[in-house]
């Protein structure tokens, strides 16, 4: 969690990596008297495009020179305020616009034909399954998912004075 402090008020933003989800989420929350009004868009330099999907979706797919091909599908969820799909240019990406949230979350899929045929269906269905559960929950299984990786050992210094032989500059 990171918490950035402008003028006596508090805007926090999460960010995760979910492997029993197999999403990113990103959760964002205001102080009570403001709101976000932001942009959002998907981008990769070279040999991709981006559409506009759903209300609220972006899609962005491509391949790799010869090689891979790969998708990455993001959906906006807010509490409060109004979105909308624009274009700034003729040529421009679809972007996403968001004004007057009070919170929201964006949860965001990424799969290539490597291991999966259907790579683009699964990544919608990733994040349809995540939005499903929600931040919280997602969350929660995640940090138990990742518990049994972190909490399989311990280290233990006995006496203090043990820390002062080991250089730790």
């Not at 492997?19 to 976000?36: D, K, L, R």
């Amino acid at each position: 969690a990171d918490e950035d402090k402008m003028a006596d008020s508090r805007w926090n933003r999460e960010y995760l990596v979910s492997a029993p989800s197999q999403v990113v989420v990103i959760h964002y929350t205001c102080p009570p008297n403001e709101t976000f009004d932001l942009e959002i868009s998907l981008t990769r330099e070279q040999e991709s495009h981006t559409t506009a999907a759903e209300p609220g979706c972006l899609m962005l797919e491509g391949q790799c020179g010869d090689g891979i091909r790969f998708a990455g599908f993001l959906q906006v969820v807010p509490k409060g305020g109004t979105m909308k799909h624009v274009a700034v240019r003729k040529d421009a990406r679809p972007t996403l616009q968001l004004h007057g949230a009070k919170e929201l979350d964006i949860y965001l899929a990424v799969r290539t034909d490597f291991n999966c045929e259907n790579y683009g269906i699964q990544c919608r269905q990733d994040v349809e399954e995540a939005k499903q559960l929600g931040y919280e929950k997602i969350k929660q299984q995640h940090m138990i998912e990742y518990q049994n990786y972190y909490n399989r050992f311990e280290l233990e210094f006995k006496d203090e004075c043990e820390l002062d032989l080991i250089g730790l500059d």
